[in-house]
């Protein structure tokens, strides 16, 4: 059997790339009509996923001074989806899938703080892991409103493409 590089023994990295995914179900620009048991299995997901990279998040906070940002941080967004996974939605199907909403933006800060920690670097443009061996080049786009810059890698071949606008 194959080890697979940045897995313990034992365990599986943490696929943050199929989490992200999961998350466009309940925050894409479709989910307007979510309802039944679609927005019941989706809402399970969001939990068993959070379930998952909480302790993936804390073991690599861990490896960190006490004082330092990132950990704090990570640990204050631990604290959040915590609260997140205590509470249940209230009656009506709006207010189930606000509820499942809010776990999957508390999922997708979760992802975030587990790639900073362990130095994933994911393509600005495209949104996926710039693995290890991967033609890469930096990237910074200067912002419309004022020079706030957004800077960091993305793959090669998605050079020719451009960074999507988000709305």
Not at 43 to 68: C, F, N, V, Y
Request: include cysteine.
């Amino acid at each position: 059997m194959n080890a697979i590089p940045g897995a313990q023994a034992g365990t599986l990295p943490v696929d943050v790339e199929m989490m992200r995914e999961s998350t466009s179900r309940l925050i894409g620009p479709d989910t307007a009509s979510l309802e039944g048991e679609k927005l019941a299995w989706l809402t399970s997901l969001m939990r068993g996923h959070i379930q998952l990279i909480i302790p993936e998040i804390e073991q690599a906070a861990g490896k960190l001074p006490e004082d330092d940002v990132p950990r704090y941080c990570a640990l204050a967004c631990i604290g959040e989806a915590r609260a997140k996974l205590r509470t249940t939605a209230d009656a009506g199907p709006h207010r189930a899938a606000a509820h499942a909403r809010k776990l999957a933006r508390s999922l997708m800060a979760l992802c975030d703080h587990y790639e900073a920690l362990t130095g994933v670097a994911m393509c600005l443009v495209c949104d996926k892991p710039i693995r290890d061996g991967e033609d890469s080049v930096p990237y910074s786009q200067v912002s419309s409103s004022g020079g706030a810059a957004c800077a960091g890698r993305i793959h090669a071949q998605c050079s020719r493409i451009g960074r999507r606008r988000r709305r």
